[in-house]
């Protein structure tokens, strides 16, 4: 099955639950500057996850499962000015 994570398919097994994502995804960017400065200053990466344009809680992420065509997209939420 084929799902896009911030416009790039991805391949999941049938039954695959949105905690499979947010692992994926943070630990493809765990060293990436931004992550570890926030992780140092919060002690939490605070990467927002969103599913077919509505945010996930945190508590969705073991039950929610990935479906054909589904667009998953992660954002930090921390912005510099």
């Keep these: 099955m084929?799902?896009?994570i911030n416009?790039?398919?991805?391949?999941?097994?049938?039954?695959?639950?949105?905690?499979?994502v947010v692992r994926r995804v943070r630990e493809a960017k765990k060293d990436e500057p931004m992550i570890k400065a926030i992780v140092e200053k919060t002690g939490k990466d605070t990467i927002i996850f969103a599913l077919n344009g509505r945010v996930v809680q945190p508590h969705e992420y073991e039950t929610?499962?990935?479906k054909e065509g589904d667009d998953i997209r992660w954002i930090h939420p921390f912005f510099g000015g």
């Design 2 to 4: 084929k799902a896009c």
């Design 7 to 20: 416009c790039k398919e991805q391949e999941f097994e049938e039954g695959t639950t949105f905690i499979e």
């Design 64 to 66: 929610l499962e990935i």
